[in-house]
């Protein structure tokens, strides 16, 4: 029925990094302090108190939800909780890696746009994948920067 993924992994980085979440969690516990103060009690305009901590944790979302990634031989697919995003490879034109993951750009070369248009596949704690992922990259991609 549904074809065998080559390589599958999840990361979750609220859970994998303990010490980085709990001191997110304190900046987002003072943040919502202040932001209450001056939205709502200095301006008293609760619609930006609201908007901003929309903004925030909405930016936020990935870093606290489980993400699964799956790649195909002819696309690569990544889920959240709430929706899935499916590409094929002849979207990317190259990628690149870091320390904790690798972006798959739509240009021939690294541009600042990437985060927009790219994809982004963080590595698990263990990164057991990187090997086989950066070899299937190279395979379906090519260039690495």
């Given at each position: 029925m549904f074809p065998e993924p080559k390589l599958s992994w999840k990361s979750w980085p609220f859970a994998e990094?303990?010490?980085s979440s709990?001191?997110?969690l304190l900046f987002?516990?003072?943040l919502t302090v202040f932001l209450y103060k001056l939205a709502v009690l200095d301006w008293q305009m609760p619609i930006f108190y609201f908007l901003g901590?929309?903004?925030?944790?909405?930016?936020l979302l990935p870093y606290f939800i489980i993400t699964e990634y799956f790649l195909y031989e002819d696309e690569i697919r990544v889920r959240y909780i709430?929706?899935?995003i499916r590409r094929p490879w002849s979207d990317f034109g190259c990628f690149?890696?870091?320390?904790?993951g690798v972006m798959l750009s739509?240009?021939?070369?690294?541009?600042?746009?990437?985060?927009?248009?790219?994809?982004?596949?963080?590595?698990s704690k263990t990164q057991t994948?990187?090997?086989?992922?950066?070899e299937i990259l190279h395979s379906k991609i090519g260039k690495q920067y």
């Open positions: 990094r303990p010490l709990a001191l997110l987002l516990a003072f901590l929309a903004l925030v944790y909405g930016n709430f929706f899935k690149y890696k870091d320390k904790r739509t240009f021939k070369m690294p541009r600042r746009l990437d985060p927009f248009r790219g994809q982004s596949l963080r590595f994948e990187v090997p086989e992922l950066l």
